[in-house]
C-alpha cells in the first residue's frame, strides 16, 4: 500500500509541477506505468490520485470526469499483450498514451454533456474548442510515453530484487 500511495502521490506532484505548461504531464505515462507493471492493482494508485485531486482542487464538475477518464487508458493498457517484445512496445506504449491525449477532449465530452445539459451540436463545438489543447496533449504524450518501457523494466527489476510482485 505504501508504494501505491507513493506512485499516486508522485502523479499528484508531477500535475502540480507542469500546470505551467497546460496538458503536458506525466500522468498518461504513469497510468500506462503502473498498469504494465501491477496489472489490475494499478487502480489503487490511480484512483488514490483521482481523489486527492479532488481534495486539492474541490470536487467540482471538471473532476467528475476523472472518474473514469484514466480508466479508459488503463483498460486499453490492461488490453495489450503482457509478453510483448521490447521492440513493439517501445512503438506500441508511445502510439497508445499519445492516442489518450489526443483523445482527451472526446472523453472528457459526456461528463461535460452530462452536467451542463449539452446537446449534441453543443458537445461538438465544447470538443472543438478544446481540440488545440488536445494535440498538445497528444504531442506531449508521445515523448512521456516512451519513458513507459524503460521505467516499466526497471520497476519490475526492481520488484523481484526485493523480493515483491
Not at 494535440?135 to 510515453?145: A, E
Request: proline residues 5%.
Amino acid at each position: 500500500m505504501v508504494l501505491f500511495a507513493m506512485f499516486a502521490a508522485l502523479m499528484f506532484t508531477s500535475k502540480i509541477i507542469m500546470e505551467a505548461f497546460p496538458n503536458i504531464h506525466l500522468l498518461g505515462m504513469l497510468t500506462m506505468l503502473l498498469t504494465v507493471v501491477f496489472r489490475a492493482k494499478a487502480l489503487i494508485p490511480i484512483y488514490l490520485y483521482v481523489i486527492v485531486q479532488g481534495i486539492y482542487a474541490g470536487f467540482a464538475p471538471w473532476w467528475v470526469p476523472f472518474i473514469y477518464i484514466w480508466t479508459v487508458l488503463w483498460g486499453i493498457t490492461m488490453l495489450l499483450p503482457k509478453k510483448m517484445s521490447p521492440k513493439v512496445a517501445m512503438i506500441v506504449y508511445p502510439i497508445v498514451c499519445s492516442l489518450h491525449g489526443f483523445a482527451y477532449g472526446i472523453l472528457y465530452a459526456p461528463g461535460q454533456a452530462l452536467m451542463y445539459g449539452f446537446n449534441f451540436e453543443q458537445t461538438l463545438v465544447w470538443i472543438a474548442q478544446g481540440f488545440g489543447f488536445d494535440i498538445i496533449h497528444g504531442i506531449s504524450n508521445i515523448f512521456t510515453g516512451m519513458l513507459v518501457l524503460p521505467l516499466s523494466e526497471l520497476i519490475k527489476k526492481l520488484l523481484r530484487q526485493f523480493g515483491r510482485n
